[in-house]
């Protein structure tokens, strides 16, 4: 896998190889020098004596006591010759290891992506700018609730818990740790440095601290930029430090501002939207002029969370739909026996059904219109999966129940976005990359979800899967330091909407909740398909 750039000229991430007109600048170096010894004449300290080689080209270098504690007999065995390990920690270079003899072939760095369900973690080679092995696992927070609100709740006012919170989210990474070094044989707790980011809630668990006051009006952090932190003290066995990504507010985390450097919208020269979908929506408009950005609940219907037979995208989940005159075809994770449907499963779904006049622009169904519509524990439902394709022989139905709490969550998201437009004075027209984040987005059928109104009308050219975009900002990071001042200045210059705090959001939301919206007018291609497919029914 080849070195990461932060993005190309449309803003998307991308990787591409390392060439001579690209230099790396990433956030550790490795050097090896040589350093004279001791004598009568010279008897100046080993510590000076490093500093002193090394202020030349690295200025005013900041030394702890453990690497002061690595100085003998480091320094003295090899002729003198020694390797020093330094992170750019974005005010002054910060020297953490120091080891005898040249190891400069070795410089690797880690970058980490905290989630609240899931951890995905790389090693990269730092010499190369290549991505060595990558591991993904359950974040082991969940034994204390599969939402984080019931996490918050569970740490509230209690220290012993909120150790178990952290430990959990320590043993996590360190489990992904030996995951990577079982992958690559590269000792990854040798690396030099891990970046990390992930949203608000999830940085205060990592650090042992109480995020109820995220939950609570006025909804402040207890930290929001912790920066580089001591992996020791976080309980993970690392040589180098942990830079954690900055948040600008309790629903604007670091995972954002991660991805905001993954796609380039602080450097763009035209307008990006980055939406980062999930239970949470965060959503980013602007440009290296202006940056706003708004955050909210979306819900966890997006994700296939509260939907009777939703579930996440796993084997025997249902991907992808496709229904013609009641004829349905599915596509299986793992081409298997369908156990449910998941979140691309079911944009799919409904784009389909109402495609084919099965439920209206409310949602509702036309019991008419299909055979496959029928009464199941008291209200209308649609067989979507025969009792022949279950893994245990029974049919899976979507219920109107389901649309109902389908819609209601899409319809917050879009509204998310209308809203941002309407705030900044924008169009549509004006936005070059509609960039869409996080697994939901990955794998979304991009005409689908503009059927639904989950996606702006606009030309699918201009919608951008950019994937795990929190986890792609870190590696930039990871290779190129100067985004630490980038971060700065997204942090000073972005203006944040609360959109919990809109007086007339639910309102507002009301009219998304159709399909694919009651301003019909702003979706011309939605009215184009339905004449499409109705002519193909007759």
Not at 33 to 52: A, G, K, M, Q
Not at 299 to 308: D, K, W
Not at 453 to 463: A, F, H, M, V
């Amino acid at each position: 896998m080849n070195r990461a750039e932060c993005n190309d000229e449309s803003g998307v991430p991308v990787r591409v190889r390392l060439t001579k007109e690209a230099p790396m600048k990433p956030l550790s170096r490795k050097l090896t020098f040589y350093i004279p010894l001791p004598t009568e004449d010279d008897p100046r300290s080993d510590c000076e004596r490093v500093l002193d080689a090394l202020r030349p080209g690295f200025g005013d270098l900041r030394i702890g006591f453990s690497v002061m504690r690595m100085l003998y007999p480091a320094c003295r065995s090899q002729g003198g010759q020694v390797t020093a390990t330094m992170i750019w920690q974005g005010d002054a270079w910060h020297l953490t290891r120091l080891e005898a003899g040249d190891t400069t072939a070795f410089h690797y760095g880690l970058a980490a992506d905290l989630g609240s369900t899931s951890v995905t973690m790389e090693l990269v080679d730092l010499n190369r700018g290549e991505v060595v092995s990558k591991a993904t696992r359950y974040n082991l927070q969940r034994t204390f609730g599969d939402d984080i609100l019931t996490r918050i709740f569970y740490g509230k006012d209690q220290p012993d818990h909120l150790k178990e919170l952290q430990e959990a989210t320590a043993e996590t990474l360190r489990l992904l740790m030996a995951d990577l070094t079982e992958q690559s044989g590269v000792d990854a707790g040798q690396a030099a440095v891990l970046v990390l980011a992930g949203n608000t809630t999830m940085i205060h668990f990592l650090m042992g601290m109480d995020a109820y006051p995220l939950f609570l009006s006025p909804y402040a952090p207890v930290v929001s930029a912790p920066g580089f932190l001591s992996a020791r003290e976080l309980g993970l066995p690392l040589e180098g430090p942990v830079y954690l990504f900055p948040a600008k507010a309790n629903y604007m985390g670091g995972d954002i501002v991660s991805g905001m450097i993954a796609t380039g919208i602080s450097r763009s020269e035209k307008i990006l939207l980055f939406f980062d979908i999930g239970t949470n929506g965060e959503l980013v408009a602007g440009c290296k002029d202006f940056l706003v950005a708004g955050a909210g609940a979306a819900g966890p219907a997006l994700e296939g969370g509260v939907i009777r037979t939703g579930m996440a995208a796993a084997k025997g989940a249902v991907e992808h739909v496709s229904i013609r005159k009641d004829k349905v075809r599915l596509t299986v994770i793992g081409k298997g026996k369908v156990k449910g449907i998941c979140g691309s499963g079911i944009v799919d779904l409904l784009a389909e059904l109402f495609l084919e006049g099965v439920i209206d622009f409310r949602g509702v169904f036309c019991p008419e219109k299909s055979e496959r519509v029928e009464k199941v524990e008291g209200e209308w439902a649609y067989r979507y999966a025969d009792a022949s394709r279950t893994v245990d022989g029974q049919p899976l139905w979507f219920y109107q129940s389901d649309i109902r709490q389908f819609l209601d969550t899409k319809a917050a998201a879009s509204t998310m976005v209308a809203y941002m437009m309407d705030a900044v004075g924008m169009r549509f027209a004006d936005v070059d990359r509609f960039c869409v984040a996080g697994a939901f987005g990955t794998y979304i059928n991009t005409r689908s979800a503009v059927t639904i109104g989950l996606y702006p009308d606009i030309p699918p050219e201009k919608i951008a899967s950019v994937g795990n975009s929190s986890l792609e900002g870190c590696l930039c990071l990871l290779l190129e330091r100067s985004h630490l001042e980038e971060i700065s200045g997204i942090l000073e210059r972005m203006q944040y909407i609360q959109y919990g705090a809109i007086p007339n959001f639910v309102e507002t939301m009301q009219a998304a909740a159709a399909i694919p919206s009651m301003a019909t007018q702003a979706y011309p291609s939605v009215k184009k398909w339905v004449a499409q497919r109705q002519r193909g029914r007759t």
